[in-house]
């Protein structure tokens, strides 16, 4: 465990109620002389004796001090009794940091379990919009990849209401500070660039780039590695071309 982990636990290793393997690690840590960790546990140690030092001995009234002595029939001592809010003062403590520490486990819990929902709710919005493009009446399919040895592999789909859908595999991961990104290339015109995106461990990638498109003055579907802050126009030779087949061609 790194100092930062055990920084929670210091107090509670200094009062000796640490529980493992904080109380172990804060050891071992101060056993090969860690600055970090002495300077906390110097910090600590004063806090806890600074504590027990500012709790006043409790001192009961003379009535009641002589009824409890009488009830065990023992004379009343000259002595001060026992300074009971130092302990319940060392008691407190103890819950405080305690209960401190869980709360911050469960507040870092809760804010792992919101983004890891964020994460899902992302993924089914965007199933649900390829889903949508997957199965428009008026979706249009083109391939990409099969004529050469071997390259990234795919379809792209085109719907007008709802967007273009690009499925991919055989493509890398795109190095550090890049990423790719998607085109749609109007007939006669100027490369439009239509969303950055990452491929999986696995070569396989997923984009969509939904909203309403012209298909029908689509020329192409493209894709080039940039910057991971993205381009306005392409800056390097397109790894995936889908053409769109003209009127001629039907």
């Given at each position: 465990m ?15 109620v ?14 090969r ?50 300074p009971?809010?130092?302990v ?22 809760v ?34 990849g ?84 993205g ?8 790894l995936?071309?889908?053409a ?7």
């Amino acid at each position: 465990m790194n100092c930062d982990e055990l920084q929670d636990s210091y107090e509670l290793f200094a009062m000796g109620v640490a529980e493992e393997p904080e109380r172990g690690e804060i050891r071992a840590h101060l056993n090969r002389g860690c600055e970090v960790c002495k300077a906390g546990m110097k910090h600590a140690m004063n806090l806890v004796a600074l504590v027990g030092a500012s709790a006043p001995p409790a001192e009961p009234s003379s009535k009641l001090r002589r009824r409890i002595l009488a009830s065990v029939a023992e004379e009343p001592r000259r002595s001060g009794w026992t300074p009971a809010w130092a302990v319940i003062a060392a008691v407190l403590l103890v819950a405080v940091i305690y209960f401190g520490r869980e709360e911050r486990r469960l507040s870092a819990n809760v804010e792992l379990l919101r983004h890891e929902l964020s994460l899902r709710t992302n993924d089914l919005v965007r199933y649900r919009e390829a889903f949508a493009i997957l199965n428009g009446a008026d979706s249009k399919e083109v391939n990409f990849g099969n004529a050469q040895p071997a390259p990234p592999r795919g379809k792209v789909f085109l719907n007008p209401a709802q967007g273009v859908l690009l499925m991919a595999s055989n493509l890398p991961p795109a190095p550090a500070g890049k990423l790719y990104e998607m085109w749609t290339i109007p007939k006669g015109g100027k490369p439009v660039p239509a969303g950055l995106f990452q491929s999986g461990a696995d070569g396989s990638a997923m984009h969509i780039r939904p909203g309403s498109l012209d298909v029908r003055a689509t020329g192409a579907v493209a894709v080039t590695i940039e910057n991971e802050t993205g381009a306005d126009q392409p800056t390097s030779q397109p790894l995936i071309v889908a053409a769109l087949p003209s009127a001629t061609d039907h």
